[in-house]
DNA sequence: TTGACATGTGACCAAAAGGTCACGTATAAT
DNA sequence: ATTATACGTGACCTTTTGGTCACATGTCAA
């Protein structure tokens, strides 16, 4: 049985396209700072900021400070638990060969 | 790179508590229909009617229609590409201990 | 210490999402 | 044939969310 709080934050930060376009930027690259976030988006840097915001309350993203600079890191393990949630260990090795045909498909076709 | 589309129908069903729920119930067990969901949630006929809508255009839920009744079945695929995306197989193993680990702990705590 | 840089806050507004209802269609049972 | 069942549609309203702006704080360099 899960909380009655669920983990909303992480499935509603996931929620939107920018906030899922910043956290590709930090897969590909880490400890980067919202400045330079900033130049990956259309936004101003006040949106940028929120969304950050919104990821770093889910557990999605963790900071650490410098000086006056904030650099941000992706953290991995809430999408884990996303999967394990509906994925269980037995059907998990056929899911995921489905998702690489899937996946294979779609980049040829 | 991903398309200009990205996965969003996925993320946005995943975003709401109940729909979530649904999938819960509907991972516990395969072909429900309608009326059996709607006793397991508290809202109108309706707005279940919209979730499950909502969850079988982003292909989180598939359906088989049997006379006047329409069931549904879960299917996993769009949840492990999620994983896949922020989750490379270098890394997949650490995250996925660490997060077993995280399952544990609250469990006790 | 003056000025530029990097991040932060609260108010505000438009757009999207969640939920209900009146009404409607198709299938099954008596 | 009539009634009950199971699902479907469009309009409607309220709440939440996404985005911008004026303003503000803390940090570094010259």
Do not use: C, Q
Request: proline fraction near 3%; glycine fraction near 6%.
């Amino acid at each position: 049985m899960r909380s009655v709080e669920d983990d909303d934050g992480v499935f509603k930060a996931l929620a939107d396209p920018t906030r899922r376009h910043l956290l590709d930027r930090l897969f590909e690259r880490d400890g980067r700072t919202l400045t330079e976030l900033e130049s990956e988006v259309e936004m101003t840097r006040f949106g940028v900021m929120k969304h950050l915001r919104v990821l770093e309350e889910a557990g999605l993203v963790v900071t650490r400070r410098s000086g006056r600079e904030k650099h941000h890191y992706l953290n991995p393990v809430p999408i884990r638990l996303i999967h394990d949630r509906w994925i269980d260990k037995y059907t998990e090795l056929r899911v995921s060969t489905l998702a690489e045909l899937k996946f294979r498909l779609e980049k040829t076709g």
